[in-house]
C-alpha cells in the first residue's frame, strides 16, 4: 500500500497501487488504480495549462479521430458517428425527444465539430455548444451555422437551463469528473437528462493496453465507476450500452439525496490489465496465423472451388470477400428467378440460350458491385449487364471494382478480354475516391489507360460535380483527354454531362462525346422481374420520398433545416389527406431524414435500399403513384418503371435529365424562394392528372430507349470489327 499526496476523485482514499507500470509503457505520468473503489487515475495531474500544450504538441485529439476537419470526407465520418448517437438517443426517449410540448434546449459539452448539434437542431431543438478548441468551433459554425462558444461548462456564461445535455469523450480529460458532472447538473432543468459517451476498460481498445491508456487520458472508467461517479453528482442511470468502443449512458437528473453508490472490483480491474498485457504480446502471432490461414483458403476458392460445398463457397465469399470477378463453381444446377439474386449474380453469364460458342462475348465491367451502400447503383451496374446481354450479344462479363487500385496485373487482364465498358453511374467525381493519379473515381495511372488494347466503352457515365464543390485537380483534365481519345464510345447519360465535360477536352474531342442515357430509365423496356404498373389511380395512393443528405451543405447551404421541415409540413398534410407516405433511404446517410420528418409530426413507412439486392429498389416503386426524389436514381428508377416522378433538384443533374426528356416541369429547385408551395401545387398537379403523366412519360421513355438501340447497334458493329 501506498499513500497518495491526492485523493481518489471518487471516493476519497488515498490507497492505491500501480495499475500499469511495465518497462515498455514510456508514460510521463503513472496510471494508478483505487484499491477501495477501482477508479482508475492519473497522478499527479497534469493542470489545464499542462494540457493544453500536450494537446497541441502531440494533436492527440486529431490523431484519436486519424482525420483532418477540413476533409468533407472526414466531415462524413464525424456526421455517421453523430447519427448513431442521435439513434441511440430516439431509441431510448422517442417521445421526449420530439415532444411538441415546447421547443426544448440542448447543449453539448465539448462539440468538437457540431456534427450531433445538427442533428438535434433537425429534431427541432435549439442547440448550442461548448468547444475551447478553435479549429473545431469555428468549423462547426462554418459548416453548420452553430453557436459555439469556447469556454468550460464550469465558466459557462449563461444562467439558460438546458432540457438535454451531452458529451462525447470528454470527461476522461477532465482534471476532476465531480466538478464536471455537478457544472452539467446545476446547467440542467429539473427532469433534465445527460448522455454521455467516454472509453471503457471493460471494453478496451487499441492495439495493445498501452495505447489505450494514454497519458491524455486522465481518467479511465469501467461501467460502475462511471455510474458511481453518476450516482454521487445526482444521476439516475436510465440507460447503458455500447456504441461501438464508447460505454454511453443516458441519465436523468434527480433530486433524491443520497443515491445509492456501488463501487467496482479493483481485483477484477486489474485482472482485465493484466489479461490484455498478455493477449496484446501475443495478437500479432495470432493475427499473422489468422491472415495466413484466410490467405491459403481463398487461394484454394480461385483455383479449385469444387472442392467446397455450394453453400459454403457462398458463405465464404461473402464472409472474405473474395473479389467479383472469381467464379463460384458449383456442380448443383438450378434455375434462380433474377429477383432472388444479388448484385455481382445478375448478368454475368449469357441469359439467352446460344448454341454458337463464338458468338459468346467476353467483356470486362469496370463498376461498383455488390449489394452496396448506395441502393441505386446496386440495380445500376447489374442493368448496364443485362442490356448487355439481352440487346447486343450473349457475354460472359468479368467483374473489375472502379476503386480499386490499377496495377500492371489489372491491365493485362483487362486486355484478355473483347471489350471493356466503364459505368454507368456517376463516375467524374472528385472525392467518391480521392486520387492523384486520373482525379476521378477509377485511379488509373495514365500511362497505364495508355496500355489498353481492347476497345474501351464508356457507357452511360455522369458528370456529377456538386453545386460549389472545388474544381477538378489538373491531372483529370489529362485522364479524361486520354479517356476520350482511346475510347471506341463514349456514352455520358445526359446532355448536360456532355456540354460540362467539353470544358475539360480540346476541341477536336468534342464530337466524340454522345448522349447514352442510364439503363435505369428503360428497365421497363428489357429488365426482367419487372411487376405491372397499375395505371388505375384507385389502386394505390401512395407517395414515395428520397432525401439526399450526403453533402448536405452543397446541396442546401444554411438552410437545410427550412427545407426539410418545409417538405415534411407538405407531405403531412397529403398524409392527412388519405395517402400513404413512403420514405426511401438509398443509402445510410439517407437515413437521417426522418429526424427532420418527426420534428413535424411526420411518422411514415420507412425503408432501407442500401446492401440489399438490386429488386429491392425495383419493389420499392412498383405500387407508387408518384415518386419524389432528390437522388439521381429516386428519379431514373421509378421512371424506368413508368412511374410518374417529381424530382427535388439539389444537384444539377437532375435537371439535365428533366431537359433531356422535354419535362422540366417535373422538378423542382430546392432552394426556390417558393419552395413549399411549389411542392404542393406540382404534387396535386402530378396526382391530379396521372394518366396524362404516365402518357408523357411513356412516350418520353420511348425516345430513350431508341437512342439506347440505336447505340447498341453502332457498339456491336465496333466489336465484331475488333
Not at 484454394?300 to 465464404?316: R, T
Not at 467464379?327 to 439467352?352: F, Y
Not at 421512371?639 to 435529365?657: Q, V, Y
Request: proline share 4%.
Amino acid at each position: 500500500m501506498m499513500k497518495l499526496k491526492h485523493s481518489c476523485p471518487l471516493c476519497g482514499s488515498k490507497n492505491y497501487n500501480h495499475l500499469y507500470d511495465i518497462d515498455e509503457h514510456k508514460k510521463e505520468v503513472i496510471t494508478y488504480i483505487c484499491n477501495n473503489c477501482g477508479f482508475i487515475f492519473l497522478s499527479p495531474r497534469p493542470s489545464i495549462q499542462e494540457r493544453g500544450v500536450f494537446y497541441q504538441k502531440t494533436s492527440v485529439l486529431k490523431s484519436e479521430c486519424s482525420i483532418l476537419i477540413s476533409d468533407d470526407k472526414n466531415f462524413f465520418q464525424f456526421e455517421s458517428i453523430a447519427r448513431t448517437r442521435l439513434n441511440i438517443l430516439a431509441d431510448n426517449l422517442e417521445k421526449y425527444l420530439w415532444s411538441n410540448n415546447h421547443q426544448k434546449s440542448v447543449l453539448e459539452v465539448g462539440c468538437g465539430t457540431g456534427s450531433f448539434l445538427r442533428l438535434m437542431r433537425g429534431c427541432g431543438w435549439n442547440v448550442l455548444g461548448l468547444e475551447p478548441d478553435i479549429t473545431y468551433a469555428k468549423a462547426a459554425e462554418e459548416r453548420y451555422n452553430i453557436e459555439i462558444k469556447g469556454e468550460f461548462i464550469q465558466e459557462l456564461s449563461t444562467d439558460q437551463k438546458f432540457d438535454l445535455i451531452a458529451t462525447f469523450h470528454v470527461i476522461e480529460h477532465v482534471d476532476d469528473p465531480n466538478i464536471f458532472l455537478a457544472a452539467i447538473h446545476s446547467c440542467l432543468v429539473d427532469d433534465g437528462y445527460l448522455f454521455l459517451e467516454c472509453p471503457s476498460i471493460d471494453k478496451w481498445y487499441g492495439d495493445s493496453i498501452d495505447f489505450f491508456l494514454q497519458d491524455v487520458h486522465i481518467n479511465t472508467f469501467s461501467q460502475k465507476t462511471l455510474f458511481a461517479f453518476l450516482a454521487k453528482a445526482g444521476f439516475k442511470t436510465i440507460a447503458n450500452g455500447w456504441n461501438g468502443n464508447g460505454l454511453w449512458v443516458i441519465a436523468k437528473k434527480d433530486k433524491t439525496a443520497n443515491l445509492p453508490v456501488v463501487w467496482d472490483d479493483p481485483e477484477r480491474i486489474k485482472h482485465i490489465v493484466r489479461e490484455a498485457y498478455r493477449n496484446s504480446r501475443n495478437q500479432n502471432l495470432l493475427a499473422k496465423r489468422f491472415i495466413s490461414r484466410v490467405q491459403r483458403g481463398l487461394t484454394l476458392i480461385k483455383e479449385d472451388p469444387l472442392q467446397f460445398p455450394y453453400k459454403v463457397l457462398a458463405k465464404v465469399q461473402k464472409r472474405f470477400g473474395v473479389p467479383a470477378n472469381t467464379r463460384i463453381s458449383s456442380t448443383k444446377n438450378q434455375i434462380i428467378d433474377i429477383r432472388e439474386l444479388n448484385a455481382n449474380d445478375i448478368g454475368i453469364t449469357p441469359v439467352i440460350t446460344t448454341n454458337t460458342k463464338d458468338t459468346v462475348l467476353k467483356i470486362a465491367h469496370l463498376g461498383v458491385h455488390g449489394n452496396i451502400s448506395n441502393g441505386g447503383d446496386t440495380l445500376l451496374f447489374p442493368a448496364v449487364r443485362y442490356l448487355f446481354q439481352t440487346n447486343l450479344a450473349p457475354t460472359n462479363f468479368t467483374l473489375f471494382q472502379v476503386r480499386d487500385k490499377v496495377t500492371q496485373e489489372t491491365i493485362d487482364a483487362i486486355n484478355q478480354h473483347d471489350a471493356l465498358v466503364i459505368g454507368g453511374g456517376g463516375l467524374f467525381l472528385a472525392d467518391t475516391n480521392p486520387n492523384n493519379l486520373s482525379g476521378w473515381q477509377w485511379p488509373c495511372p495514365i500511362e497505364l489507360l495508355e496500355q489498353i488494347k481492347i476497345p474501351i466503352i464508356v457507357f452511360s457515365v455522369g458528370y456529377n460535380k456538386f453545386r460549389g464543390q472545388q474544381e477538378f485537380a489538373d491531372v483529370f483534365h489529362r485522364s479524361v483527354c486520354k479517356l476520350v481519345e482511346k475510347s471506341a464510345f463514349f456514352g455520358l447519360r445526359n446532355y448536360g454531362s456532355i456540354q460540362q465535360l467539353k470544358n475539360y477536352l480540346p476541341e477536336e474531342l468534342h464530337e466524340r462525346l454522345v448522349f447514352q442515357p442510364c439503363p435505369t430509365t428503360v428497365l421497363s423496356k428489357f429488365y426482367a422481374g419487372i411487376p405491372q404498373i397499375s395505371n388505375n389511380d384507385n389502386d394505390q395512393r401512395v407517395i414515395t420520398i428520397n432525401i439526399a443528405l450526403d453533402r448536405h451543405h452543397l446541396r442546401f447551404g444554411h438552410k437545410e433545416d427550412e427545407i426539410l421541415w418545409n417538405i415534411a409540413e407538405v407531405l403531412l398534410s397529403f398524409q392527412q389527406d388519405g395517402w400513404q407516405i413512403r420514405l426511401l433511404n438509398h443509402c445510410p446517410v439517407d437515413t437521417e431524414t426522418s429526424f427532420w420528418f418527426r420534428a413535424k409530426s411526420l411518422y411514415s413507412e420507412e425503408r432501407n435500399l442500401h446492401y440489399l439486392p438490386p429488386q429491392a429498389s425495383i419493389d420499392a416503386y412498383s405500387d407508387v403513384s408518384l415518386a419524389i426524389g432528390m437522388r439521381g436514381h429516386a428519379q431514373m428508377i421509378p421512371f424506368g418503371l413508368g412511374c410518374p416522378i417529381l424530382s427535388l433538384i439539389s444537384h444539377d443533374k437532375l435537371g439535365f435529365f428533366l431537359e433531356d426528356i422535354e419535362h422540366p416541369e417535373w422538378g423542382i429547385e430546392v432552394k426556390s424562394s417558393n419552395f413549399r408551395d411549389e411542392l404542393t401545387d406540382k404534387i396535386s398537379s402530378i396526382l391530379g392528372n396521372r394518366q396524362a403523366t404516365i402518357y408523357q412519360l411513356e412516350k418520353a421513355q420511348d425516345r430513350l430507349w431508341n437512342v439506347t438501340c440505336d447505340n447498341l447497334t453502332h457498339i456491336r458493329k465496333i466489336i465484331q470489327a475488333s
